[in-house]
């Protein structure tokens, strides 16, 4: 069964500065989908970016870019350039090819600190 | 493009009764999913509709169960409520059942049972 780990249950970061958040996977499928969502206080689960298995280019979305590492079974946020309105849990999911069940790291608590 | 809705809000309901949420996709999305959100096991996958059909269910009691309308239109349903169903329900929808397709959430319903 496919699961997915973020060991880091809290993180801050400072104003305009750059933070990552960490999750691994594991999987015996070859070709999956991997996601950040981003779920406010107000509880409405938000999708931040998305990043096929098949591509190796890391995806990218304004301030938003991902570490993807198909071996090491990795896939990492870095969020820069910081805002206050990014405090939030952050959540890592996993899809694969042949399901639509997402599969849900328990989450990172991300303070934002002016 | 409205985005995924859901009702009620909240719902405070008593042991041994029994409850509907319902789920409104965003127009267009044929497969909804629901999950099922509590602080100890996180985000679990309860089950997928798509074309009025169930795809695929996790790993949950028969006390939950739904069913999706020929609008895409989603209800899930639970029976004998106890403790531990408190909990926040999301609902997300997809354009199709495709690998590709990206889930969008809903605000949730938030359930206590007392």
């Known amino acids: 069964a496919q699961t997915v780990t973020q060991s880091q249950p809290e993180m801050s970061v400072q104003e305009a500065e750059t933070v990552t958040l960490s999750c691994t996977y594991d999987?015996?499928?070859?070709?999956?989908?991997l996601f950040w969502y981003k779920q406010p206080p107000s509880r409405q689960m938000i999708l931040v970016i998305r990043?096929?298995?098949?591509?190796?280019q890391n995806a990218t979305e304004n301030r938003f870019s991902v570490n993807f590492q198909k071996a090491a079974k990795s896939f990492s946020l870095k969020i820069s350039d910081s805002q206050l309105g990014d405090a939030a849990m952050y959540f890592c999911?996993?899809?694969?090819?042949?399901?639509?069940?997402?599969?849900f790291g328990a989450g990172t608590r991300l303070t934002v600190k002016p | 493009k409205a985005g995924v809705t859901q009702t009620p809000r909240y719902l405070i309901k008593t042991r041994g009764q029994q409850v509907t949420l319902s789920c409104s996709p965003i127009?267009?999305?044929?497969?909804v999913s629901w999950y099922q959100q509590t602080p100890g096991q996180g985000l679990q996958f309860l089950f997928e509709?798509?074309?009025?059909?169930?795809?695929n269910k996790g790993n949950f009691p028969g006390r939950f169960s739904g069913r999706q309308f020929s609008n895409s239109r989603s209800e899930m349903n639970v029976s004998t409520l106890e403790l531990g169903d408190s909990a926040l329900y999301l609902c997300?929808?997809?354009?199709?059942?495709?690998?590709?397709?990206?889930?969008?959430f809903g605000p949730g319903t938030r359930l206590t049972v007392l």
């Open positions: 997300a929808s997809s354009l199709e059942r495709h690998s590709t397709d990206t889930q969008y």
């Open positions: 999987t015996s499928e070859s070709d999956y989908y």
């Open positions: 990043q096929e298995a098949y591509k190796q």
């Open positions: 999911a996993y899809k694969g090819r042949n399901n639509n069940d997402m599969r």
């Open positions: 127009s267009g999305h044929r497969s």
């Open positions: 509709y798509f074309s009025e059909t169930q795809r």
